[in-house]
Nanobody
């Protein structure tokens, strides 16, 4: 299993970013996928999940701002992040549950 995350960067508060996670080494269509994040000094937290049937779920902290989606042909899962806040600053990881992780991509929200 390989998961390659990309798309992070520096953005001003209120801005947007789209993260991508390219997957290989397994039957992508069959699996739920997830995004997590970890800020300095904090535990890794779940940001979004999407099932193989495209059912999505979000914690209250990102609901209405973040959208997870998937393209089964491209074998890629996305995280569209809008209205970004400084507290969204973290390393973002994609995951194939339960225990396959990508390498992480840094998102910094700062003016």
């Amino acid at each position: 299993v390989q998961l390659q995350a990309s798309g992070g960067g520096l953005v001003q508060p209120g801005g947007s970013l789209r993260l991508s996670c390219a997957a290989s080494g397994f039957t992508f269509d069959d699996y739920a996928m997830a995004w997590y994040r970890q800020a300095p000094g904090k535990q890794r937290e779940l940001v979004a999940t999407i099932t193989s049937d495209r059912i999505t779920n979000y914690p209250d902290s990102v609901k209405e701002r973040f959208t997870i989606s998937r393209d089964n042909i491209k074998r890629t899962v996305y995280l569209q992040m809008n209205s970004l806040k400084p507290e969204d600053t973290a390393v973002y990881y994609c995951q194939r549950p339960p225990n396959a992780w990508g390498q992480g991509t840094q998102v910094t929200v700062s003016s």
